[in-house]
């Protein structure tokens, strides 16, 4: 069992910048993949990406390549989301997520409880 607790999340200014963090409990290995995703309202829930136990990127969606960053404390479950140049449509509610196995159509098993951002013009 995993949970994960996300933190970070806000209210930002269109062009501006937050970083959420996500951290992982459980009694077993942290040899597992964490990811975000995001959700917004009236929309799909969509996969950002995700990165390996060792802190290796495993994914990141064409949506977000360039303004946000995934990384991991190697070997630990933290793990942050840094978003640069926010728009209006990246309003949503994010969500961290972890699970042993990684592939490219990932449904995790462990989800945190989401933290709202909310991006402002």
């Known amino acids: 069992q995993v949970q994960l607790v996300e933190t970070g999340g806000g209210l930002v200014q269109s062009g501006g910048s937050l970083r959420l963090s996500c951290r992982a409990s459980n009694r077993g290995s942290t040899n597992y993949a964490m990811g975000w995703f995001r959700q917004a309202p009236g929309k799909e829930r969509e996969f950002l990406g995700a990165?390996?136990?060792?802190?290796?990127?495993?994914f990141y969606a064409d949506s977000v390549k360039g303004r946000f960053t995934i990384s991991r404390a190697p070997f630990t479950g933290v793990m942050s989301l840094q978003m640069n140049g926010l728009a209006p449509d990246d309003t949503a509610v994010y969500y961290c997520a972890a699970d042993s196995i990684f592939d490219r159509n990932w449904v995790p098993e462990y989800w945190g409880q989401g933290t709202q951002v909310t991006v402002f013009s």
């Open positions: 990165v390996s136990w060792k802190g290796n990127i495993l």
